[in-house]
């Protein structure tokens, strides 16, 4: 997540501190043991105490072994973490989705949650412009938990599958849920096809939406590159689904921040 989406990669590989804005603004080491681990408690021991009493005892077998593979990837802080992956799986199943959309799919951690949670029947469009990551690293984790029937993969940026899903006037208002987790500077431009494609009643849910504690920082306070370029992309994100009012939101603090909209007309 750099200038460019093949910069972001290389940023993210080589960059492995974070900061932490609610203290002093300064660079720090990354607070969690976790490799590629995203939450915003200030409590090593408090998150510890999550995962190791609600996360991990009811992740399902093959979940964890994705999140074990995921994590000696070099880019494995682009991973959705295993509280937020719980949090999407309840989620789903509470507003009994089946059809659904990803964007932004890394090795799949967030998708096979998605998949796991979707009916048998149920259907997920997913897409990323890398499929190396999904195909060497999450889809044998995907198959092993007997859901990759439920994936349609697509390659490539997901503009031009949105525009195309937008001709057909059958796809307006289908899908359920939506997950996005993929360029900051599209967010908005993703929002504006996805309120057409998501039905009156469904929920899209945006990643990263409190960029490492960016947000509230101080436009000249340290941060790493790629935090610095996406930030201004993701307050104006904050800022634009604040005043769409054909959504009732709620921006939580799980993982790098969630905001939930659900679509009311």
Known sequence: MATTAADATATVAKEQTTTNGAASGAEQVTRHSEVGHKSLLQSDALYQYILETTVYPREHECMKQLREDTANHPWNLMTTSADEGQFLNLLIKLIGAKKTMEIGVYTGYSLLATALAIPEDGTILAMDINRENYETIGKPCIEKAGVAHKIDFREGPALPVLDALLEDEANHGS????FVDADKD??????????????????????????NGSVVLPADAPMRKYIRYYRDFVLELNKALAADDRVEICQLPVGDGITLCRRAK
């Open 175 to 178: 899908f359920d849920f939506v």
């Open 186 to 211: 599209n967010y908005l431009n993703y929002h504006q096809r996805l309120m057409k494609l998501v039905r009156v009643g469904g929920l899209l849910g945006y990643d990263n939406t409190l960029w």
